[in-house]
C-alpha cells in the first residue's frame, strides 16, 4: 500500500515515514501544496495524509482540487486545530478523516488501516489466532478445546483484538469501538477490562495472546 | 476618586451640613427674636393704650362731674410749668367743632388725624399711631364725654408722645438684628468646625481602604472600632474584600497549579532522557525510558487538551436531541467495567430526551462517574437517574454514598486544577479539570451543574438542561 505524506514539518514527516514503512507500507513526503498535488496526480497512492498548515497554501486546497479533479482515494487530515468547525469543514471538503494532534501513533495506524479497508469486505463470521476461537454468530469463543465464559462487552473487546490481531489498539481506539466513548477517559477503564478478559483467556493457558505494549495500549498476536 | 469628591465642595457633606445647620439656625434665632420684639411692642403699646383709656375716663368723670369748670379742667390736664414736656396731650371740643381747651403741643396733631370718636356709652377703642412731620410719634385716641344729659357734650382728643419708646425699639430693633447676624456666623463656623470634625472618619477610612493593596487583601476595615453609622459599610466592604481575596487566591494557585501541571510531564521527559542518554545502556533500558516517556506525553496531551477546552472562549455545540437512556446506560456499561472491579454497584434510573451536543453529553456524565467511582468504597452505589421536568427541561443526577466531600472544599471543587488531599492521594494523576470541563459543557448547553455533599455519606451532582 502507498501512502503520500504532505507535511512541511521535517521532523514530523520523518517519524510518520518511518513508523509506516515498518508497518509495511511504502511512504513518499511532500513538503509543499504544489509538490503534494503533483505527486497525488502522477503516482497512484492508496491513501494520503495532509496537514492543514503548510507552507505555500492551506491543505484544505489540496483535498477540493483532488476531489474537483475525480480522484477519491481516501485523504486523512492532520491538524493541531481541533475546533469543530475546523473539523467539519475538513470533512466537509471530502477529507475521510481528521486527526488532532498531539495523536498516538497506534490511533494512526488505526485509522489508516480502518481507511484503506472502507471498501465493503465481508466480515468472516469466525475468527481464529492459535487456538482461539470465536463464533461471532453464535457468540461463542472457546479456546484449547474448551469454551469460555465471556460477558457481552468482553466478547466484544476478545472479537476488536481478534480483528484487528497484530495490530497495537490505543485505548482510546478500545473505548471508542467496544463501548462508544468518544472522549479521552483518564480511567483505567480498558486496563481494568483487559485484565478481566485475560483472566479468562490467557490466564489458564501457557501460551499467552494478549499483549501490553506500555504506554500505546494492547496487540493480540501469537508470539514465540 | 475619593479625594476628587472630597474636594468637590458641590458634593462635600461638610460645605452641605454647614449650610443647613446655618439655615436652621437662621430659622430659629430668626423666630425667636421676631417673637420677642413683637411681645415687647405688644406690651408697650398694650400699656401705652391702657394709658390712653384711662385717661380718657377719667376725663370723662371730670367733665360730667363740673361740665363748665374749665380751670379746673385745665389745671388737671396742662402741666404747671409750660416748659416740661408733657407726655400726653388733649383737646377738648364742643359738639360744633369749636375747640375748648387744648394742651400747647396739641397744634401739631390737627383734629382730623384722629380716630372717629366713641360715644360716651361705649368702651375707648384703639388708638392709632402716628409720626409728625418732626419725626415724633403718637398714639392718638378719642371719645364723646356725657355731661347733663347730653351724650356728646365734648368731644375729647388725646394723644401720647410714644417717641421715646419707639426710639427704644429701634435700638433693640437693631441690636437683635446684630444679634441674628452674630449668632448667624457663629453657628455657621461651629457647625463647620464640627461636621468636618465628625466626619473625620470617613477620611480615615478612605486612607485605610487606599493603603491595601493586591498583595495584602487579608486586611479588614472593620477590625477597628468605628462610628455606629459606619457598620453596614465597613460590613460590605469587608465582604467584598472578602470575595477579593478569594478570587485573587483562586487565580494565584490556578496560575501556579497550571505551571505544576505542564512543567511536571515536561521535566520528567527532560531529565529521564537526559539521563537515558547520558551513558550507552542496554536496548531494555531504552525502551523502558521511551515507554515511560509515552506515558508523560499521554498525560501531557490530555492536559493540553483539557486545558484548552476550558480556555476555548466559544465552542461549537451541536445540539441534537438524545435519547438520554440509551447514553447513560452506554456509559454505564463502561463504567461498569470499573465498578465491577470495586464491588460498586452502578444503575441507570428513568427515561427522558435530552437537548445535547452527544460528545460533550458523554464527557460530562462521564466525568461525573470517573468521580463518584473514584471516591466511593468498596460495596458503595452508584446512581445516575434522569428527571425530566415540566417545561422540557431535565436533570442528570449521579449520585454516589462514597466519602462526600469536607464543607470547606464545596466552593472550591469546580475550580480549574483544585485538588483536595484526599483527591491527590486517591487519584494522583488525575489533573484537577474534571469538574471545571463538566462546569464548561453545562455553561455551553446554557445550563448548570450543581453539587450537594455531605461528608461520610455522599454526593449529588446535578446536570441541569434547559429546555430545547
Keep these: ?224 | 476618586m475619593c479625594s476628587k469628591n472630597a474636594t468637590d465642595s458641590s458634593s462635600s457633606i461638610a460645605t452641605r451640613l454647614t449650610v443647613l445647620y446655618t439655615i436652621s439656625m437662621l430659622a430659629i434665632l430668626a423666630s425667636v427674636i421676631g417673637f420677642l420684639l413683637h411681645t415687647m411692642v405688644a406690651d408697650l403699646e398694650f400699656e401705652d393704650n391702657d394709658f390712653l383709656i384711662e385717661r380718657i375716663s377719667s376725663i370723662r368723670s371730670v367733665i360730667s362731674r363740673y361740665p363748665h369748670n374749665l380751670g379746673y379742667l385745665k389745671e388737671h390736664l396742662m402741666p404747671r410749668d409750660p416748659s416740661q414736656r408733657v407726655r400726653y396731650l388733649v383737646r377738648l371740643q364742643d359738639a360744633s367743632g369749636r375747640t375748648v381747651l387744648e394742651s400747647p403741643t396739641m397744634t401739631s396733631l390737627p383734629p382730623l388725624l384722629f380716630p372717629p370718636p366713641v360715644l360716651s356709652d361705649q368702651p375707648v377703642g384703639t388708638a392709632k399711631k402716628h409720626k409728625t412731620g418732626d419725626g415724633r410719634y403718637y398714639l392718638l385716641n378719642a371719645a364723646w364725654a356725657a355731661a347733663g344729659g347730653d351724650p356728646q357734650f365734648r368731644l375729647l382728643q388725646v394723644a401720647l408722645d410714644v417717641t421715646e419708646e419707639e426710639a427704644l425699639m429701634a435700638n433693640y430693633r437693631l441690636k437683635m438684628g446684630i444679634a441674628l447676624v452674630a449668632g448667624l456666623c457663629l453657628a455657621g463656623g461651629l457647625a463647620f468646625i464640627i461636621s468636618r470634625r465628625e466626619l473625620r472618619p470617613l477620611r480615615a477610612m478612605a486612607a485605610q481602604i487606599a493603603q491595601i493593596t493586591a498583595s495584602d487583601l487579608h486586611q479588614r476595615v472593620g477590625s477597628r472600632r468605628w462610628p455606629n453609622e459606619f457598620a453596614p459599610l465597613t460590613g460590605a466592604l469587608d465582604s467584598m474584600l472578602g470575595q477579593l481575596e478569594q478570587s485573587f487566591e483562586r487565580l494565584s494557585s490556578f496560575s501556579a497549579n497550571l505551571a505544576h501541571e505542564l512543567r511536571t510531564p515536561l521535566n520528567n521527559l527532560r531529565v529521564e532522557s537526559e539521563v537515558a542518554l547520558s551513558r550507552p545502556r542496554s536496548a531494555d533500558d531504552y525502551r523502558q525510558t521511551i515507554e515511560s516517556s509515552v506515558e508523560e506525553y499521554e498525560r501531557l496531551s490530555r492536559m493540553i487538551g483539557d486545558i484548552l477546552f476550558l480556555a476555548r472562549p466559544e465552542q461549537g455545540v451541536e445540539l441534537h436531541n438524545l435519547n438520554a437512556r440509551t447514553e447513560l446506560d452506554r456509559l454505564a456499561d463502561y463504567y461498569r467495567t470499573l465498578a465491577d472491579d470495586r464491588d460498586i454497584s452502578l444503575t441507570v434510573d428513568g427515561t427522558g430526551t435530552i437537548a445535547a451536543d452527544p460528545r460533550l453529553f458523554q464527557r460530562a456524565v462521564g466525568n461525573l462517574l470517573a468521580n463518584a467511582l473514584q471516591y466511593t468504597p468498596r460495596g458503595g452505589a452508584v446512581t445516575v437517574s434522569i428527571q425530566p421536568g415540566t417545561a422540557g427541561e431535565a436533570t442528570i443526577v449521579v449520585k454516589d454514598n462514597g466519602t462526600g466531600i469536607p464543607d470547606d472544599e464545596l466552593p472550591l471543587v469546580f475550580d480549574r486544577f483544585y485538588r483536595s488531599a484526599q483527591a491527590r492521594q486517591l487519584h494522583r494523576d488525575g489533573s484537577g479539570l474534571g469538574l471545571a470541563i463538566v462546569r464548561s459543557i453545562m455553561e455551553l448547553h446554557g445550563g448548570s451543574v450543581t453539587l450537594s455533599s455531605v461528608q461520610g455519606q455522599g454526593t449529588a451532582v446535578t446536570l441541569h438542561f434547559p429546555p430545547n
Design chain 1, 1 to 224: 500500500m502507498r501512502i503520500l505524506i504532505v507535511e512541511d514539518e521535517i521532523k514530523a514527516a520523518g517519524y510518520l515515514k518511518k513508523g509506516l514503512s515498518e508497518h509495511g507500507f511504502s511512504v513518499d513526503i511532500a513538503t509543499t501544496c504544489e509538490d503534494g498535488l503533483h505527486q497525488a496526480r502522477t503516482e497512484g497512492y492508496d491513501l494520503i495524509i495532509l496537514d492543514v498548515m503548510l507552507p505555500d497554501r492551506q491543505g484544505w486546497s489540496v483535498v477540493q482540487e483532488l476531489r474537483a479533479e475525480g480522484y477519491d482515494l481516501p485523504i486523512l487530515f492532520l491538524s493541531a486545530r481541533d475546533a469543530v468547525h475546523d473539523r467539519v469543514y475538513g470533512l466537509e471538503l471530502g477529507a475521510d478523516d481528521y486527526l488532532v494532534k498531539p495523536f498516538a501513533f497506534s490511533e494512526l495506524l488505526a485509522r489508516i488501516r480502518t481507511l484503506l479497508r472502507r471498501q465493503p469486505q465481508r466480515q468472516p463470521d469466525q475468527l481464529q489466532v492459535n487456538d482461539l476461537e470465536l463464533d461471532l454468530l453464535r457468540h461463542k469463543a472457546r479456546r484449547g478445546g474448551s469454551s469460555l465464559d465471556l460477558t457481552a462487552k468482553e466478547f466484544q473487546l476478545l472479537a476488536l483484538l481478534l480483528r484487528r490481531s497484530g495490530e497495537v489498539l490505543s485505548r482510546t481506539f478500545i473505548s471508542e469501538q467496544v463501548w462508544g466513548i468518544n472522549f479521552d477517559s483518564d480511567t483505567n477503564i480498558v486496563d481494568v477490562a483487559i485484565r478481566r478478559l485475560r483472566k479468562k483467556v490467557d490466564d489458564p493457558f501457557p501460551n499467552k495472546l494478549i499483549h501490553t505494549i506500555r504506554g500505546v495500549g494492547y496487540v493480540l498476536e501469537e508470539r514465540h
